[in-house]
């Protein structure tokens, strides 16, 4: 399975950012798709994940600022950013993976990350 992501970027504190990830390469069908960030001196986290029916995940630092969607048809992924804040900078990894109830888990595919950096 291949990731890309696009459309990080620089943004002031309170503006907004839309990440996409396609995913390509493979036959079988992508159970659940996600996003995951890595800022620097720390663990990469799980920030939302959403299953082809709809069931998604979010962290509970981006709850009610970010959403996540999808295009089953395109094996397409999307993170919707507003409200960023300074403690959003990070890398962003577009990810494959699978839903189990309403948790999300990582297949070990990811994208090459994108840049996202909030200024004050």
């Known amino acids: 399975v291949q990731l890309v992501e696009s459309g990080g970027g620089l943004v002031q504190a309170g503006g907004s950012l839309k990440l996409s990830c396609a995913a390509s390469?493979?036959?079988?069908?992508?159970?659940?798709m996600g996003w995951y960030r890595q800022a620097p001196g720390l663990q990469r986290e799980l920030v939302a994940g959403?299953?082809?029916?709809?069931?998604?995940k979010y962290s509970g630092s981006v709850k009610g600022r970010f959403t996540i969607s999808r295009d089953n048809a395109k094996n397409a992924v999307y993170l919707q950013m507003n409200s960023l804040q300074p403690e959003d900078t990070a890398v962003y990894y577009c990810?494959?993976?699978?839903?189990?109830?309403?948790?999300?888990?990582?297949?070990?595919?990811w994208g090459q990350g994108t840049q996202v950096t909030v200024s004050s």
């Open positions: 390469g493979s036959s079988f069908t992508i159970n659940a």
């Open positions: 959403i299953s082809r029916g709809g069931i998604i």
């Open positions: 990810n494959a993976g699978r839903m189990s109830g309403d948790n999300y888990y990582s297949l070990g595919y």
